[in-house]
């Protein structure tokens, strides 16, 4: 079974800049996950998609940070304008169904971001 | 507010020697779910295992063990008879019972060096 696929794996851009990132979740999971894990620090839920309907986006900084996941299954991730303190690494993860929190999420490799 | 605390940031022990990483969690909930996600320098979060919060039952899976105790708040992972390629960056992580929302809430991560 294919994992989770991300893309790039890095990216360097200066600030002001735009960025994107690509998430191909496995196949059949309805749920994606978007978390940022910033350097010595744990991953943190940016958004939570359940097919193409968001279910949590409270903390994700919707004046520079914007997600979709058109027809359900792959998502994109932009950040414009981007800022030194949005250095980090970007993990798309993905679980089988939704439901009460018992159902372990499968991550991506990630997107190291570097702003210079 | 959910909260999970690692207070180890770097453990190193010599090969072959147990190691423990601890977990503290705070939650309201009465049912909730924990987990412990392996980070190895490839950089994707690797399930290890999944405890809900009525099940205090210690589990062992080969040289890996977890002690879940509700009357601290606490949920320790053990590695017997460490192996170098137990090296990576170990997060425990809490999750709501809610239907529809299985946010992850990471503690900072334990570094875990085993050295040859």
């Known amino acids: 079974e294919a994992g989770v696929a991300q893309s790039p794996r890095y990216k360097i851009i200066e600030k002001r800049q735009s960025v994107a990132f690509w998430c191909n979740p496995i196949?059949?999971?309805?749920?994606l996950y978007w978390y940022q894990q910033i350097l010595g620090q744990g991953p943190k839920l940016l958004i939570q998609f359940q097919n193409n309907g968001v279910v949590d986006d409270s903390q994700l900084p919707k004046d520079r940070f914007s997600a979709e996941r058109l027809k359900g299954v792959d998502s994109t991730l932009k950040i414009q304008p981007a800022k030194l303190e949005d250095s980090a690494v970007y993990l798309c993860?993905?679980?089988?169904?939704?439901?009460?929190?018992?159902?372990?999420?499968?991550f991506g490799q990630g997107t190291r971001l570097t702003v210079v | 507010a959910q909260k999970v605390t690692q207070a180890q940031t770097e453990i190193s022990v010599v090969e072959k020697e147990d190691v423990t990483l601890d977990c503290v969690y705070e939650?309201?909930?009465?049912?909730?779910?924990l987990f412990w996600y392996k980070q190895p320098p490839s950089g994707e979060l690797v399930f290890l295992i999944r405890r809900n919060s009525f099940d205090e039952q210690n589990e062992i899976s080969g040289r890996y063990s977890w002690n879940f105790q509700k009357s601290t708040s606490s949920f320790n992972f053990t590695i017997t008879a460490s192996q170098v390629v137990d090296s990576a960056v170990y997060f425990c992580a809490l999750s709501e019972a809610v239907f529809g929302n299985e946010k992850l809430t990471f503690g900072t991560g334990t570094r875990l060096t085993i050295i040859p």
């Open positions: 196949s059949g999971h309805a749920t």
């Open positions: 939650t309201r909930d009465t049912t909730y779910y």
């Open positions: 993860a993905s679980s089988l169904r939704t439901g009460f929190g018992n159902t372990e999420a499968f």
